[in-house]
Nanobody
Framework: QVHIAESGGGLVQPGGSLRLSCAAS????????MGWYRQAPGSQRELVAI????????YIKPGVLGRFTISRDNAQNTAYLQMHNLRPEDTAVYYCTDFRQHWGQGTQVTVSS
């Protein structure tokens, strides 16, 4: 059974950093791309980043390009989203997915002074 679990969210001041983790199990992690989405209150869920199965290709949403980085460790079945220079508009619940209709429960990121 596929299981995806995000962690690493929290409250951070503007300009701060967080690293989100996405631990996956129940499938051959190294064979599938992984992605991060986020959903702010009152807004639709939006794509933030994608990483290819091998990790050699990534996509970062233009609005966070240069501040966010996606990576993965296939030996640990874990994907990461490193976020720097966080802004209040980055406040959202961040979700991880394998693009096969499997999602985690989300982790809350709040950027506020």
């Amino acid at each position: 059974q596929v299981h995806i679990a995000e962690s690493g969210g929290g409250l951070v001041q503007p300009g701060g950093s967080l690293r989100l983790s996405c631990a996956a199990s129940g499938f051959t992690f190294s064979m599938f791309p992984m992605g991060w989405y986020r959903q702010a209150p009152g807004s639709q869920r939006e794509l933030v980043a994608i990483i290819a199965a091998t990790g050699n290709t990534t996509y970062i949403k233009p609005g966070v390009l240069g501040r966010f980085t996606i990576s993965r460790d296939n030996a640990q079945n874990t994907a990461y989203l490193q976020m720097h220079n966080l802004r209040p508009e980055d406040t959202a619940v961040y979700y991880c997915t394998d693009f096969r209709q499997h999602w985690g429960q989300g982790t809350q990121v709040t950027v506020s002074s």
